[in-house]
């Protein structure tokens, strides 16, 4: 299993950034996929999910309406794009993929919101 993070980087607030996680190694499609991210001294922490099937999607109260998970299942890939983002969305942000009992994660890509 591999899970390979990308776009992240420095924005000011109030920009936008779309994060990428390209998947392989397993059955993608039949996965919940997950982005959390940690900030410094921060414990880790779920930002949005999007299901296997019908694509439910699920987002932390601190990012909903502002962020928006999707996936391409053919592309077997994750995205995260990221709207009017704050200082406070500075972070590590890390792609999960899941389906009982397996759970892996990518090496994490790094977000700072700074002006």
């Known amino acids: 299993v591999q899970l390979v993070e990308s776009g992240g980087g420095l924005v000011q607030p109030g920009g936008s950034l779309r994060l990428s996680c390209a998947a392989s190694g397993f059955t993608f499609s039949t996965y919940v996929m997950r982005w959390y991210r940690q900030a410094p001294g921060k414990e880790r922490e779920l930002v949005a999910r999007?299901?296997?099937?019908?694509?439910?999607?699920n987002y932390a109260d601190s990012v909903k309406d502002r962020f928006t998970i999707s996936r391409d299942n053919a592309k077997n890939t994750v995205y995260l794009q990221m709207n009017s983002l704050k200082p406070e969305d500075t972070a590590v942000y890390y792609c999960?993929?899941?389906?009982?009992?397996?759970?892996?994660w990518g090496q994490g890509t790094q977000v700072t919101v700074s002006s």
């Open positions: 999960n993929a899941y389906r009982y009992p397996y759970d892996s």
């Open positions: 999007i299901g296997s099937v019908g694509g439910i999607t």
